[in-house]
Nanobody, 124 residues
Framework: QVQLAESGGGLVQAGVSLRLSCEGS????????MGWFRQAPGKEREFVAL????????HYADSVKGRFTISRDNAKNTIYLQMISLKPEDTAVYYC?????????????????WGQGTQVTVSS
């Protein structure tokens, strides 16, 4: 069993930065790829970023490429999402997910566990 707890969300103005954290407990996540997703009101949950077990490989949605950076600290069992140049369209609940165990990393059903989410609201 894995528990994931996100933190770091908030209400910010467009153009600023935020860093989200996802702390895992229950078992080490150091051997697993982990992901971030987001869900805006009235929309489906969408893939944001993935990081492999040691941080050597990352993937991003086109909408966040160049603005968001996923990283991890395996000693702390924590995954991060650094977000810069935030836009109003980034407003959503952000979820940490993992381990990745499915067929394609952009699909929510490819992940075993989910956090409760953290709200990010970007005002214009």
């Amino acid at each position: 069993q894995v528990q994931l707890a996100e933190s770091g969300g908030g209400l910010v103005q467009a153009g600023v930065s935020l860093r989200l954290s996802c702390e895992g407990s229950g078992r080490p996540l150091s051997e697993n790829a982990m992901g971030w997703f987001r869900q805006a009101p009235g929309k489906e949950r969408e893939f944001v970023a993935l990081i492999n077990y040691n941080g050597g490989i990352t993937h991003y949605a086109d909408s966040v490429k160049g603005r968001f950076t996923i990283s991890r600290d395996n000693a702390k069992n924590t995954i991060y999402l650094q977000m810069i140049s935030l836009k109003p369209e980034d407003t959503a609940v952000y979820y940490c997910a993992g381990p990745f165990s499915g067929e394609h990393y952009t699909m929510p059903q490819a992940y075993d566990y989910w956090g409760q989410g953290t709200q990010v609201t970007v005002s214009s």
